[in-house]
């Protein structure tokens, strides 16, 4: 098999496939480093599911990631087969898209090596997310950690990706990619393409419930995020005890940041205006708009969990499903991992 190279992909095989354009390849990855939420269902999720047809999709359960901080084994071995399955539930379609874990296809971690020997400590060190993940801890942090971004890169880079849709903390990494593929490519030879970030505009960013001033994280604390199997009760009790402040206008302020994010939270899951939002609003309280808001989000995941429940009565398909996405993935990754071996001189 011919590796696929830039000038080989962009050439139609067939009369149709000339016909038709080529779709933009997308590859995005999640973490199963918790349970995860609605952060994630918003800024993430929901627009790889609502965009299956518009692009040629590869998604990814990246367990790689996730050891770059300590995991308990059993945790997250539960934590990446719940990610998977809440992703089939959300409507990835394993018939339009690819959806995989990350260690099953050992070229990302192949790669991953190479990059990090072409990729200059001083990028790394400014990265924002290792500076605020290491926080005060960066000498104990694993070398795993410094050189997430990196692993990054090779999962996108593997599959000659266009575009990489995420919130607006990975756009960093992204910017990243695309230095060392273009270093990569200026000392070895055209090798790899130089993806884009797509972000989303409302809700790139959704924050803690218990601090708006920090992300809603799948790794917060237990009040700071909605999960996706949070019963409708504690999904309820959560936003009714999201921090907001004394004023009472329910109105889009950036400078009153609680009620703005649970407003963002609304306007992302409603599709209204801002106008709209503000309107229907005008002269009612924190706690009637909380109960709309807490009704809002209970009837999206409603669906979601319904369909996970069934999902996670077949382990045995559950297994099937990424078994086989693993395997539409794995010829492509090792083609793009031994022209970047022959590329350096390793093979
Ligand atoms: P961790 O707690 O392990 O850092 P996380 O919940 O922050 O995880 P990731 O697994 O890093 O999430 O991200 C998966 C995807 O979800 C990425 O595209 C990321 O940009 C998006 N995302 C994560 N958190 C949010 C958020 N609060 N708002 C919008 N998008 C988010
Ligand atoms: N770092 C990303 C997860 C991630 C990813 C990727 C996203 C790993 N590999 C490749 C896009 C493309 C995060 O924290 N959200």
Known sequence: MT???KASRAK????????????ERVFSGIAPSGTPTLGNYIGAIRNWVAEQDIYDNIFCVVDLHAITVPQDPAELRANTRQLAALLFASGIDPKRSVLFVQSHVSAHAELAW???CVTPTGW???MTQFKVKAGEDRESVSAGLYVYPVLMAADILLYQTDVVPVGDDQVQHVELTRDIANTFNFRFGETFVEPKARIREVGARIMALDDPAKKMSKSGAEASYISLVDPPTAIRKKIARATTDSERTIVFDENRPGIFNLLTIYQALGGETREQIEAEFAGKGYKEFKAALADLVVATLEPVQQRYTEITADPAELDRLLAQGAEQVRPRAEAMLKLAKERVGLL
């Open 124 to 126: 790394l060190n400014r």
């Open 3 to 5: 590796a696929p190279t």
């Open 114 to 116: 190479i990059l990090n």
């Open 12 to 23: 139609p095989a067939t009369a149709k496939q000339a016909a038709e354009p080529r779709r």
